[in-house]
């Protein structure tokens, strides 16, 4: 793992080989929490892929959107994306990631497909400010979303997944859903730390194997 800055002050994690198709990362909605989804990027990263897995602040005047959109441009210019991206979010790094994927034209970038783990689907997105359903009608690039959301979440309801899956069928964007035994921190590879409030990596078994689950997921989606 090398870190880097991927604009002034802000840090990224890069994992496995440039060359090697590229899947960026967001996590949620935790400012600067890259190390929470690092388990996950160094499981997709085994698999012969390229990881970008940037920090970035929701709590910006902006919500996070430039932070966002500049690792998204820094994750196009450091690895291989001539044959698309593959975007990975978590929590509100879905929501962000399913607003970017409504609105790639606009931001001048292919994506592979969209992997979405236990999206807030149903706030603002971070890019677009607005909610992601309410451009699904009207985008020319309709990319592939795969939506994994955890049985046992707690924090985002599975019911946004399984709206939001629903919402894309009906506009005409290939979608799968699928639902795992998981929980909201373990489907990205954390854990919930109640005495600092905030996520970081897991170091459980149970939680590592589900990692393991999701990279392998992604990883037949990226190659």
């Given at each position: 793992?090398?870190?880097v800055e991927y604009a002034?002050?802000r840090?990224a994690?890069l994992?496995?080989d440039?060359a090697?198709?590229?899947v960026?990362?967001w996590?949620g909605m935790?400012?600067?929490a890259?190390?929470?989804?690092r388990?996950l990027a160094e499981r ?6 390229a990881?970008?897995a ?9 919500g996070?959107?430039?932070?966002l959109?500049?690792?998204l441009?820094?994750?196009?210019q450091t ?9 990975v ?10 607003g970017?994927?409504?609105h790639?034209?606009r ?8 992997v ?11 890019i ?5 359903t309410s ?5 020319a ?10 049985i046992?979440?707690d924090?985002v309801p599975i019911s946004?997944s399984r ?7 009906e506009?005409g ?12 921190a373990?489907?990205?590879?954390a854990?919930?730390?109640?005495a600092?409030?905030?996520y970081?990596?897991a170091?459980?078994g149970?939680s590592?194997?589900?990692?393991s ?6 990883a037949?989606e990226?190659g």
């Amino acid at each position: 793992m090398d870190t880097v800055e991927y604009a002034a002050g802000r840090l990224a994690d890069l994992f496995g080989d440039p060359a090697h198709p590229t899947v960026l990362i967001w996590h949620g909605m935790q400012s600067n929490a890259r190390a929470s989804v690092r388990p996950l990027a160094e499981r997709v990263a085994a698999h012969g892929l390229a990881v970008v897995a940037p920090d970035w602040d929701s709590q910006a005047d902006d919500g996070g959107r430039s932070d966002l959109l500049q690792s998204l441009r820094f994750a196009q210019q450091t690895g291989d994306s001539s044959d698309g991206l593959t975007l990975v979010g978590w929590s509100m790094g879905g929501l962000a990631a399913a607003g970017l994927t409504a609105h790639a034209a606009r931001h001048d970038v292919l994506l592979r497909r969209t992997v979405c783990l236990a999206g807030a689907f149903t706030a603002p997105d971070p890019i677009s400010g607005r909610e992601p359903t309410s451009a699904l009608a009207g985008s020319a690039q309709r990319s592939p979303f795969v939506l994994l959301h955890g049985i046992r979440d707690d924090v985002v309801p599975i019911s946004a997944s399984r709206r939001f899956a629903a919402d894309l069928e009906e506009h005409g964007w290939p979608v799968e859903l699928v639902e795992l035994d998981a929980d909201h921190a373990s489907i990205a590879g954390a854990r919930y730390d109640r005495a600092a409030g905030r996520y970081d990596a897991a170091d459980d078994g149970e939680s590592l194997a589900m990692a393991s689950d999701v990279a392998s997921r992604i990883a037949a989606e990226s190659g």
